[in-house]
C-alpha cells in the first residue's frame, strides 16, 4: 500500500530519492544538515504550486488537446529557462534552482522512457541513443549535485551538464519528435494527456516524499 510523510520527513526521504536517480544517492548528503533542512520548505512550496497547475497542462490555451510532443517540448524550454537562471543566481539562490533542474530532468525523462519512447519505437530508430543520453545526463546530474553551491567546480559542471541536455534536446526535437508525427495526431494527442496524467502523478509524489508511487510503473502507452 502507498505510505506518505509529511514534513522534514518527506522531504529527506524525496532528496534520498532524487539522489539515487542521479546515480549518486550520497552526493546530496556532502551539504550541511543546516543546509539541507533550509531547503526543505522552499522544495515544498514549489512542488505544491507546480502540482496544482499541472492539471491543465495538457491543453493549449483555447482549450484543444496538446500533442505529447508540444508538451514534450515545453519542458524542455523550461529546463532551459532554469538553466539560464542558475547560471544568473547568486550562491545562496543556486542551490535552489539545481533542484528544480534535477527534478524536472527527472520527471521529463522518466515520462519518455515509459510512456514517449515506447510509442514512437514503431515509427522511430533513435530511441536507443536517446536513452543512451539520458544515462549521461543522469550521471553528470549526479556529479552537479554533489558540488557546493559556491563551489569553484560548479560553473563548469554545470555547463557540461547544459551542453549535454541541450544537444540532447536538439536532436530529440530534430529527430524524433519529426519521427513521431507519423504517428497521426489523434495519436499525439492521446498520448500527450497520459503523459500529462503521469507527470501529475509523478509531482503528487515527489511532494508526498511517496517513493513507491513516485517510481511506480505507468501503464503502457495504447
Not at 515509427?123 to 557546493?148: I, K, N, Q, T, Y
Not at 553551491?149 to 541541450?166: E, F, I, N, Q, W
Amino acid at each position: 500500500m502507498p505510505f506518505s510523510l509529511s514534513g522534514c520527513m518527506a522531504m529527506a526521504v524525496l532528496r534520498r530519492r532524487v539522489c539515487a536517480w542521479s546515480c549518486n544517492g550520497d552526493a546530496a548528503q556532502r551539504r550541511p544538515p543546516a543546509a539541507r533542512a533550509a531547503a526543505m520548505p522552499r522544495r515544498r512550496d514549489r512542488w505544491h504550486s507546480r502540482c496544482s497547475a499541472v492539471a491543465g497542462a495538457a491543453h493549449h490555451p483555447g482549450g484543444a488537446l496538446m500533442k505529447a510532443t508540444d508538451l514534450l517540448r515545453q519542458d524542455h524550454e523550461r529546463v532551459s529557462d532554469l538553466f539560464r537562471q542558475c547560471e544568473q543566481s547568486a550562491a545562496d539562490e543556486r542551490r535552489s534552482t539545481l533542484e528544480q533542474i534535477a527534478d524536472e530532468l527527472q520527471i521529463h525523462t522518466q515520462v519518455e522512457e515509459e510512456l514517449f519512447y515506447p510509442a514512437v519505437q514503431q515509427v522511430s530508430g533513435r530511441v536507443e541513443d536517446a536513452r543512451a543520453s539520458h544515462e549521461h545526463v543522469r550521471r553528470l546530474v549526479g556529479e552537479v549535485e554533489g558540488l557546493d553551491p559556491g563551489s569553484a567546480d560548479l560553473a563548469g559542471r554545470l555547463a557540461t551538464l547544459k551542453g549535454a541536455v541541450m544537444a540532447h534536446v536538439t536532436e530529440e526535437e530534430g529527430g524524433m519528435f519529426l519521427d513521431a508525427a507519423r504517428l497521426g495526431p489523434d495519436a499525439l494527442e492521446h498520448l500527450g494527456a497520459q503523459i500529462a496524467e503521469r507527470k501529475q502523478t509523478l509531482k503528487s509524489a515527489l511532494l508526498q516524499g511517496d517513493r513507491r508511487a513516485a517510481t511506480r510503473a505507468a501503464p503502457k502507452a495504447a
